[in-house]
């Protein structure tokens, strides 16, 4: 079993720029992948980004590339997402996930976070 718990979220003007992170407890990260997601109200779930195991492989949604950089910590069992030249769009529940194996664009994880708050005001 793997435990996520993010955090950094919160209220940003546009522009601006968040860190989130997301805590692993359980078992040791190494050997999963990771993921980004985010929902907003009244939409799906959206790809953010995700990184290999080892790190070395990153892949990101189209709305992001650019702007978001994700990156992790095995010694630390935790992953980043950098957001930079928030949007008001960016506006959004953001989750993190963890899947054994490859990292993946569609929602198809085992593990998964509470999920922290974005707000991006224009």
């Known amino acids: 079993q793997v435990q996520l718990v993010e955090s950094g979220g919160g209220l940003v003007q546009a522009g601006g720029s968040l860190r989130l992170s997301c805590a692993g407890s359980g078992r040791s990260f190494s050997g999963y992948a990771m993921g980004w997601f985010r929902q907003a109200p009244g939409k799906e779930r959206e790809f953010v980004g995700a990184?290999?195991?080892?790190?070395?492989?990153?892949y990101y949604g189209d709305s992001v590339k650019g702007r978001f950089t994700v990156s992790r910590d095995n010694a630390k069992n935790t992953l980043y997402l950098q957001m930079n030249t928030l949007k008001p769009e960016d506006t959004a529940a953001y989750y993190c996930?963890?899947?054994?194996?490859?990292?993946?664009?569609?929602?198809?994880?085992?593990?998964w976070g509470q999920g922290t708050q974005v707000t991006v005001s224009s």
């Open positions: 996930a963890a899947r054994l194996g490859l990292p993946r664009s569609e929602p198809e994880y085992d593990y």
């Open positions: 990184i290999s195991w080892s790190g070395k492989g990153t």
